[in-house]
């Protein structure tokens, strides 16, 4: 198992490992790889989506996304993400990542860990991937406010809503989303404690933050607006650049991610998800 560090606080790339038959110290290792920065590549994999599920079982019990249609019909625990129509209909979801986001912060219990795969990667014309995936590395963005804006949040709770990226742009016509079922929305820390690094992460999105609990309303959209860009500068982020067979493992407690969309609907692009369940933020 050969890793590979990203310049920056998140990210690793791994090679030389097949997951289907991954050793049990390797599996270990690159758990804790996963928490240590928050997003990780394992390249060049042959995943089933049966194999898939295998192995994403060992971080957990996975969750069934709402989106029905989205769903895998063998494997209802896998999520597609997809640009492209099968038999007259989409194949998986067309616009998530559309807005920053860590995956189920809409939920009680959010998603810890996600797993997406790729089955297809678009190219450009001279050979380059499209549809990176951008992270945000959201322990480093917290230890780098100054100390009176980490007190002040210390305190404060957000609150997450699914249909908030609605307000913000409609969806598009067709979009699977809006057959969402009811989820009212729910309160977490601003600054979580991280279960099991134990670091303090921000949490909050420009997809899913509404407001924050108890402060005057333009208060806390000014808050919202200066995290929502502090926790972007470049120096907490990592951009993944895809290739078929990338097996991508993301903490959605200590990052966020963002899809690229700069690909035509020609330049087909199949991912698939598992996602991990977790517990309540503290
Ligand atoms: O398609 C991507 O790059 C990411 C989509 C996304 O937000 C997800 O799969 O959770
Ligand atoms: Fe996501």
Redesign the pocket.
Known sequence: MNITLAPGPIGAAVHGLDLPAIAHDDFTKLRDLVHARGVVAVRGQKLGEAEQVTFARRFGDLQKIFIKDALSTRYPEL?F?SNVDENGKPLGSKD??EFW?T?GAYLPSPHSV?M?YAVEVPHGPDGTAL?D?RFAGMAAAYDALPPATRELIDGLRGVHSLYHRYTIKPAKPGSMATQSADFPPVSHPLAIRHPVTGRRCLYLSEGYTTQVEGLPQDEGQQLLAMLNQHVLKPEFGYRHAWAEGDLVLWDNRATL?H??FDYTPSQRRV?R?ATVGGGPLG
């Open positions: 999520f993400v998530a990542g986001h995956d996600s997406l549809g995936t991610h899809a690229t991912m998800r």
